[in-house]
């Protein structure tokens, strides 16, 4: 019989004994949710703005979600990709319906889709008489994923640290710096890979005119523009992609986090000659594209673009980054050095070289649930259905903390 656990203390103790130290963790163990709440093993309730790092879109529980599991647990969880299934049919018109994409191949996780994009820019090459190109341009402070190849096209030596020597291939330009992207154009480039808005790298949209200059030098040189969206895509900033804030269409694009809202899945977007390039035996996996997965993206879809969650998302985040600055910015401004962001993910940049204390006292005495990324970057990714009044909590709960830090 499996063993239960009563408390968060029991729960820590066991998982300390038995999990993987690759973590840090909090010390809580979580037992439910329900919309932008989660419970601990205790019985303390805390107001999630970590939501899964930007996974629960929907919140957690919801109902759509909730009915979509019972239907799917009693029909079919899981067939090979020998096969068609509905809901990966699903989820692919929805996406390629409400986008500039003409494919969709799924995946199972964020790193596995921009995985997928780095071979699709390779064979693109090769398809199109140059074998020569290889080399991949991504952006210094982006995050791509943990495999070697996302790890390395990740332009942070945190991330490589500890694994060189590392795969060939990739060349770390400036964010948002068109001509440092320019200086490392050669004839082995295939590929140009960034984020709209980096996410771990601190909460920094693009400018338009840098993405723009992008699509301008990838179509002059013949290459594939790739975003990765897998944290600030389905909904996150306001649109579906994000890309659709800038008016730029890259080629690929990579979607997981909030898209299957808590079951793992991932995807790459293609559209022109980019959709017909990964042919059968080039790419793929047993998992990508389940029925379970797609079923729950699906639904996620359906809810986030026909019941009003992403004009929502737009406007509580207008809210929420006017509230940071009326009253953080205001009241703490030897603290903030910049508040920046894009529909529901916020960050607020401070002048001290970390923003964990002020985390740590959110979740002691306010128990609010924040992230800190990026050395001294808060990072706020709530559920795209939260409110105003729960926004107000949070902003309390962060002016709070930097009061008693004396910032």
């Known amino acids: 019989m499996i063993e239960l656990y009563k408390t968060n203390a029991e729960v820590i103790e066991a998982g300390d004994k038995y999990l993987y130290g690759n973590h840090v963790r909090m010390p809580i163990s979580m037992e439910r949710g329900e919309g932008v709440y989660v419970f601990d093993k205790d019985g ?43 809901p990966a049919v699903q989820t692919a018109k929805l996406i390629v319906e409400n ?84 200086a490392l154009m050669d004839e082995y480039v295939c590929g140009i890979l960034t984020e709209p808005v980096q996410g771990e790298g601190g909460v920094r949209p693009a400018s338009q ?80 594209g389940g029925p379970l997965a797609c079923a729950l993206a699906a639904t996620t879809l359906d809810v986030m673009l026909n019941e009003g969650v992403i004009d929502h998302c737009a406007k509580v985040g207008e809210y929420f980054r006017q509230q940071m ?17 894009l529909g529901l993910i916020d960050g607020i940049e401070l002048t001290q070289p970390s923003g964990q204390p002020v985390v740590d006292l959110c979740f002691k005495d306010s128990k609010v649930l924040i992230n800190n990324t990026n050395g001294n970057v808060l990072r706020f990714v709530p559920p795209l259905i939260v409110s105003k009044e729960e926004i107000d909590l949070v902003i309390k709960a962060v002016d709070d903390a930097m009061t008693k830090l004396g910032w």
Do not use: W
Not at 50 to 68: E, R, S
Not at 75 to 84: A, D, E, G, Q, V
Not at 227 to 245: I, M
């Open 44 to 86: 303390n309730k805390y107001l999630d703005f970590v939501g899964g790092i930007a996974v629960n879109g929907l919140g957690h529980c919801h109902p759509a979600i909730a009915k979509c599991l019972r239907e799917r647990a009693e029909t079919i969880l899981h067939c090979s990709n020998y096969f068609y299934n509905e």
């Open 209 to 288: 005119e840098f993405l723009q200059g992008l699509r301008d030098l990838c179509d002059e040189k013949g290459i594939l523009l790739m975003f990765d969206e897998v944290q600030v895509g389905s909904g996150r900033t306001g649109k579906l992609f994000a890309y659709q804030n800038f008016g730029v269409e890259p080629d690929t694009c990579s979607m997981a986090k909030a898209l299957g809202s808590g079951v793992p899945i991932g995807a790459v977007c293609a559209r022109g000659e980019a959709a017909q390039t990964l042919t059968p035996g080039t790419h793929g996996s047993t998992f990508a």
């Open 325 to 341: 600055r009326d009253v953080i910015a205001a009241k703490h401004p030897s603290a903030v050095k910049e508040i920046r962001g």
């Open 99 to 182: 986008s500039c994409f003409d494919k969709v191949l799924f995946a199972n996780s964020g790193a596995e889709s921009n995985e997928g994009q780095i071979k699709l820019a390779r064979k693109f090459a090769k398809d199109h008489g140059h074998p020569e190109r290889f080399a991949v341009i991504t952006m210094k402070n982006s995050f791509h994923g943990r495999t070697l190849a996302t790890a390395t096209a990740t332009g942070q030596y945190a991330v490589h640290r500890f694994f060189e020597p590392l795969p060939t291939g990739f060349r770390y330009a400036e964010f948002n710096n068109l001509d440092s992207v320019k």
